[in-house]
């Protein structure tokens, strides 16, 4: 395998695949902390050139983290579909970029191909990409799932409502859960974060939110976002729970510093598989976000892209009905501004739906990062129109337990309106229904909390 | 004529240039007044005063189109400058002292390095080492650190509270507590090394937590047992939202004290704690609790909010 190229007559020599595939990231402040990233732009392209040329085969033997030390890196590769992997495998990472860009390249191929590709495969494709590569590519997927609703269609644009109280306060999540119905959102989830990670704390508010979308016949799931442990223990406690929810990260280390392994996920899907109040198939939640293997330094010297690559090779595994890369939230230390935090929500989104997830994006910032609102009003459209599957929603955007700034009740609708997209067909009917929405346009009812019940 | 000219010569004329367009449609008349203004300030809706009650999120706020009246974008704008503004806060170099606290300082030496370089963040400079070896107590059962984290206006806010009430519940429960200290551009895991160096059983580091919109007093408490370089997330145990609107400083002292007495009792932390029976009290968090209004910040004209005072 070749390692080496000359720009301008200047040589570049990498002593590894994982190193290539760092030194070939656009800037990304996380890569600078750990030390890995190009010294220079034109270091940065001659990674890339290296990388073009590299096989996907190439790829599928050398994973960043190895197999002697890592669950994941051989959980992918005993679980690859190899025959849709043979259909790709000789093509090297520059071809494959242009063979995903093909018109003739649909997404019922895709589809079928995402089962054969390992994450490094999707990272190395992701790294040759400019932002509306990564876009044109990302619509082109097809990720269909169901629960109590069916996400992922063409032309829908779903999200999660996340109505989080720093003290749990459950009228005060109920108020802000029926603003942000009356506003369309809540198609994907209702999804708690709990201040307190207890399993009678996380019964209660999934009971509470049940009754709200029962007696409102709203066709939607809820869920709590605890730690799967908590969650287990309150399926014991006897509550509904249309989905149950983990954060994963990309090396076996970083899931052991998040109390998970495949193995606890694994038994935790069985048992919401008998458990689950959803009509189903897909029943599962999972966020990531680039940066969290660093932040355990668990990342092996492998970049972050990379790594949140691996997060969904962890995923698919489940058949998860959401997927989220929550993408500015740890901080400017991984993603310091507005152009790397919009990258990494275009590259994540691509990298999530051509491994077969249906990838949703939170859209965000915290207030330490340099980003600007319009900068982050900028970049729901762009995921819009890259064909995310959902996006949150919360009052103005403010998280007033997690504190940072995310998308809004009001945002929802006008990117739908703006992009042409509707909710998932079953919400959709409920929202026309009801008056809060008039087909694209606000209906009578619409910001109107008073018509739910 | 070039060949090109010729050919686009050509294309105008059959695309109809030699047809004028047809007259523009007439403009419709501009309705007046406008039909959807809103008469400012407005009232707040009904649903907005029940919800207030409970949270403080910013709900009943009502809509142009699908997008926000102006005053709510003001406020949000208000609100925005202001968590920037804590953020950019930093602690003073003598504060520590002036509060009679031990001063420590991380490797970090600049505001910018403070936010892009955690790794510097959780280590002492050789200085501050020296300090606590020289002065710290060492062998202690508990060793709370004070520290900006990444909001030094909390830290100069409640912090000086909660690690007093904090100190105070240990030593009611017969508990050694280690000498008070503050450090300066400091990330979590700096309780390792400061933990290590006292040699105490659990550490407590009581910090400022990233400011959310509007607000920026929120600390978080992060509790290690056997603290050392080299502990994870996972070995840790955490509390966020202490804060007015969240859990007060006194009942977030009583409820890290019962974090800390599980860790002395089992001898461990973070995800292998057992935290199923522990007798949390009041300090549960659990029961209702008024949340704090959320403040209007901006008026235009002449002051109407009377702690109004005049920018020199």
Known sequence: MNLSASIRGVGYRFTSVTEVLAKANPPKSGDDL?????????ERVAARAVLADITLAELRAHPVVPHEIDELSRMVESTLDEGAYSA????????????LLEPSTTGPTLRALAPGLTPEMVAAACKLMSNLDLMTVGAKCEVVVRANNTLGLPGRLSSRLQPNHPTDDIDGILYTTREGLSYGCGDAVIGVNPATDTPESTAQILTRLHDVRVRNNIPTQHCVLSHVTVQMKALDLGCPMDLMFQSLSGSQKGNKAFGISIALIDEAHAKMKAMTSNRGPNFMYFETGQGSALSSDAHHGADQVTLEARCYGFAR??????????????????????????????????????????MGCDACFTYHARMSQDELECLKVLLGAAGCTYLMSLPVGDDIMLNYQSTSFHDIPSVRRLLGKRPTPEFDAWLNEMGIMDGLKPGERFGDPSVLK | MSFTRALMENLRVKLGAMDPLPPPPPLPEVPFPPSRVFPTPRRRSAYAEAAARHTTALVGIGHVGTRYATDVVLQFQAELAVAHAAVGTELPEDWAEKNGLLPLHSRVTSHRQFLLRPDLGRRLDEASLARLNEKARKGVDIQPILA?????????GAGLALLAHFTRECEARGWSVGTPMCARYARVWLEDEVGQTVNAKVAAILLGERPGLGTGDGLSAYLVYR??????????NMMSNIHARGAPPEQAARRLAVLAGAMLDQKTSGVPLNLAGLDLGDAGGGGYRAPEPRVRLVYAGDAQDKNTKERA
């Open chain 1, 317 to 358: 595994r489940y058949k998860p009905f959401l997927v989220n890369t929550v993408v500015g939230f740890i901080g400017p230390e991984y993603l310091e501004d507005g152009p790397q935090i919009t990258r990494a929500g275009l590259e994540d989104h691509f990298m999530g739906k051509l491994m077969g997830l249906p």
């Open chain 2, 148 to 156: 900006d984290g990444l909001s030094a206006v909390a830290c100069m």
């Open chain 1, 88 to 99: 790709v495998k000789h093509l090297s990472v520059g071809q494959f970029r242009e063979w």
């Open chain 2, 227 to 236: 603290p050392r370089i080299g502990c994870s997330d996972g070995d840790r």
């Open chain 1, 34 to 42: 750990a030390g890995i990233s190009a010294r220079d732009a034109v």
